[in-house]
């Protein structure tokens, strides 16, 4: 370029000086005053540059300086326009975000004013979760309106911190504790289903366990009650919950709802214990029949079981025995 506007003589000047940039260039004060100097490597410049006397003294040519002065100048205006626009640039910047952080605390102070009303009018836990679902989930549509698309990050990270700070909701609660506690269960009964033996591959709630969630204070906290009747608490892990007590609970053998859904052979439900045939046959023949006086006027008692009609027969013989004899006396 500083050949093309200024020519060849001037560009060699300033590379024998080590100008390669438009700082250095505009910081030196008098690119000629090199020629001054008595040395070999400068003079075939000095002879494109200057002209020289009878005196052997050199005089640097007009037309020369006046194209680095053109140069100069030229390089110095584009410079500080440069400048401008970035200082413009950089104003706008400033203004741009000053105009976003004054909107978003404005949006911001509005939603926590209407959260905090609805949150103190409410005394029930029910309806105040609901409620703060229900608010959560308007301020994620504000913030994804399009007016806003180029402040989400901002709005997102101060919709989080509002939430833990002063309505007690953890990060999940978009998430929704209660949906993500069914799914881990319901996944992990599906892979470990056949390792355990059990015929359905999820766990039913209200059925075969019960869920609850309470808000205490500033953290919640979630139990599980099994329906063999055994609860089990859950433990916290940031801001999700661990269902590594329920699963140890489920594996134990003594977990009568998961001893109903492993599978058994199919002949399983037939009787296999001396008991139960005891038991069936202690109601069926449990039945006592007083008979009517035979031909000597005796009684016999029958009972269904073999072993207690052989005794019976014998105490009647012997009853009868005895009569006779006391008649034989008489």
């Given at each position: 370029?500083?050949?093309?506007?200024?020519?060849?003589?001037?560009?060699?000047?300033?590379?024998a000086?080590?100008?390669?940039?438009?700082?250095?260039?505009?910081?030196?004060?008098?690119?000629?005053?090199?020629?001054?100097?008595?040395?070999?490597?400068?003079?075939?410049?000095?002879?494109?540059?200057?002209?020289?006397?009878?005196?052997?003294?050199?005089?640097?040519?007009?037309?020369?300086?006046?194209?680095?002065?053109?140069?100069?100048?030229?390089?110095?205006?584009?410079?500080?326009?440069?400048?401008?626009?970035?200082?413009?640039?950089?104003?706008?910047?400033q203004?741009?975000?000053?105009?976003?952080?004054?909107k978003?605390?404005?949006?911001?102070?509005?939603?926590?004013?209407?959260?905090?009303?609805?949150?103190?009018?409410?005394?029930?836990?029910?309806q105040?979760?609901?409620?703060?679902?229900?608010?959560?989930?308007?301020?994620?549509?504000?913030?994804?309106?399009?007016?806003?698309?180029?402040?989400?990050?901002?709005?997102?990270?101060?919709?989080?911190?509002?939430?833990?700070?002063y309505?007690?909701?953890?990060?999940?609660?978009?998430?929704?504790?209660?949906?993500?506690?069914?799914?881990?269960?319901?996944?992990?009964?599906?892979?470990?289903?056949?390792a355990?033996?059990?015929?359905?591959?999820?766990?039913?709630?209200?059925q075969?366990?019960q869920?609850?969630?309470?808000?205490?204070?500033?953290?919640?906290?979630?139990?599980?009650c099994?329906?063999?009747?055994?609860?089990?608490?859950?433990?916290?892990?940031?801001?999700?919950?661990?269902?590594?007590?329920?699963?140890?609970?489920?594996?134990?053998?003594?977990?009568?709802?998961?001893?109903?859904?492993k599978?058994?052979?199919?002949?399983?439900?037939?009787?296999?214990?001396?008991?139960?045939?005891?038991?069936?046959?202690?109601?069926?023949?449990?039945?006592?029949?007083?008979?009517?006086?035979?031909?000597?006027?005796?009684?016999?008692?029958?009972?269904?079981?073999?072993?207690?009609?052989?005794k019976?027969?014998?105490?009647?013989?012997?009853i009868?025995?005895?009569?006779?004899?006391?008649?034989i006396?008489?």
């Amino acid at each position: 370029m500083v050949e093309r506007v200024a020519g060849s003589a001037e560009a060699k000047l300033l590379a024998a000086q080590g100008i390669r940039s438009l700082y250095s260039f505009l910081n030196t004060e008098d690119v000629f005053e090199i020629l001054s100097i008595s040395c070999s490597a400068l003079n075939d410049i000095k002879g494109l540059v200057c002209l020289k006397a009878d005196d052997d003294t050199y005089i640097v040519k007009l037309g020369c300086r006046a194209s680095i002065q053109y140069l100069y100048q030229l390089l110095k205006q584009k410079h500080e326009e440069i400048l401008k626009v970035n200082r413009m640039k950089f104003k706008q910047n400033q203004q741009s975000q000053s105009q976003i952080s004054v909107k978003t605390i404005t949006i911001l102070s509005k939603i926590h004013r209407k959260m905090t009303r609805h949150y103190l009018l409410s005394n029930n836990h029910q309806q105040r979760q609901q409620q703060q679902q229900q608010k959560t989930f308007e301020l994620n549509l504000l913030l994804s309106g399009s007016a806003m698309k180029t402040e989400m990050s901002i709005y997102k990270y101060l919709n989080i911190y509002i939430c833990i700070k002063y309505y007690n909701l953890d990060c999940t609660n978009e998430l929704n504790h209660h949906d993500s506690i069914i799914n881990m269960l319901n996944e992990w009964i599906q892979k470990n289903c056949h390792a355990m033996n059990i015929s359905n591959s999820k766990l039913i709630e209200n059925q075969d366990f019960q869920l609850a969630i309470v808000s205490n204070g500033s953290s919640s906290e979630a139990s599980i009650c099994c329906s063999c009747g055994v609860e089990v608490q859950l433990t916290r892990v940031r801001y999700n919950f661990s269902l590594s007590n329920f699963y140890k609970h489920i594996r134990l053998e003594n977990c009568i709802m998961m001893k109903k859904k492993k599978i058994t052979p199919n002949g399983a439900d037939e009787p296999n214990s001396l008991d139960e045939y005891e038991l069936t046959d202690d109601t069926t023949s449990q039945a006592v029949s007083i008979n009517e006086l035979t031909q000597c006027s005796t009684s016999s008692i029958t009972i269904g079981h073999s072993v207690g009609t052989v005794k019976s027969l014998k105490r009647t013989h012997n009853i009868e025995q005895v009569a006779k004899k006391k008649r034989i006396r008489l």
